[in-house]
Every structure is written in C-alpha cells, then in structure tokens.
C-alpha cells in the first residue's frame, strides 16, 4: 500500500495563484462581507470544491491572498542591519501611501471584524515580526525590543495621520531611527 502518497493530479500553483489574485481583487471591489467563494472560483477558472479543498473557508483564503501579496514585499537582509532596518520602515511608509488605506481603515473602524483580524494575521503580525528581526540585528536581543520596533511604524503611522502623507526616507533616517535604536 502506498502510505502517504497523495491521490489525483498534483495541485497547480497557477490555479491557486489566480484564486488569490481574485481574492484580492473581489475583497477591493466588495469588501470582506461581499466576497463569496463562488465568485472567486468563477473568476479565477476553478471549481468550487476545488477552491474549497485549498482554502476550506472564506477566511482561510483571504488571510493566504493577504500573506501572498505581503510577501512580494519583503526585505531581504543584507550585510548592514542598519539599511536593512530603514529599507523596511521605507516599505512600510510608502506602503501606507499607495496600498494599505483600505485595510487601515478596518483596521481602524471594524477592529473586531473578521477582516480587520484577517488584516492582523496575515500583515500585521508578519511585519511586526519581520521590523522587530531587523532591529534586532541591530541593537541585540534588549529588554524593550518589541516596544522600540513597534515604535517605528508607529511614529511612521502618526506621522501620516497628521501631516497627510508618510514621512519621507530622510526623515524616517533623521527621526525614526535615533528613536529605535537609542542606546
């Protein structure tokens, strides 16, 4: 007998890519409450039960498309930890300038929604752990690491709602950084 073979044809990374492209796209257009699992498989060209054998709820797939999309944009580190750290807090702010008004606006008006803890799990949390590896790297394992990297994108965060706009690469430099790695 054949233990731990799986039976049927192997799954297509194609197809699950294009189910999570329009996962993303059916949560922009409708929001998390519109989004329905038949939609996705319609328009990404799969069957239903198919779609359901991947991903065997709603919210199983739009934490996998948030975390597929994320990890398009992470940092890979380098030989100077400093970089790497304001490479990162660069991402964060222009991402806060292009893609995240949406989600942050869950965030911040639905934050006990499923979405807004879909948002948390596959983004939040990710870059979290990532700023905090890379401050690490930098200042060694200090006894407030999570609160010195939380205060990064918090700082880049405040700085949007007030002034409009993230700040910049040479203020995240200038202001950000002395606050996070402060001796």
């Given at each position: ?42 328009n990404a060209g799969i069957g239903l039960n198919s779609l359901y054998r991947r991903w ?128």
């Amino acid at each position: 007998m054949n233990e731990g073979k799986v039976r049927g044809r192997p799954r297509d990374p194609a197809v699950g890519m294009a189910a999570l492209r329009e996962t993303l796209a059916l949560l922009d257009a409708h929001g998390y409450d519109g989004l329905r699992m038949a939609d996705v498989a319609r328009n990404a060209g799969i069957g239903l039960n198919s779609l359901y054998r991947r991903w065997p709820t709603k919210y199983a797939l739009v934490v996998e498309a948030l975390r597929a999309a994320a990890a398009t944009h992470d940092i890979e580190p380098s030989d100077d930890p400093l970089e790497d750290l304001l490479a990162g807090l660069v991402r964060i702010a222009d991402g806060l300038a292009h893609r995240a008004g949406p989600l942050l606006s869950v965030l911040l008006s639905d934050p006990t929604s499923q979405l807004a803890t879909a948002v948390r799990e596959a983004k939040i949390e990710p870059l979290r752990a990532a700023n905090r590896e890379r401050l690490r790297r930098v200042v060694g394992s200090v006894p407030d690491l999570e609160t010195r990297a939380d205060a990064g994108p918090g700082l880049i965060f405040i700085h949007m709602m007030i002034h409009g706009s993230p700040p910049g690469e040479a203020l995240i430099r200038e202001e950000i950084l002395p606050v996070m790695i402060k001796p």
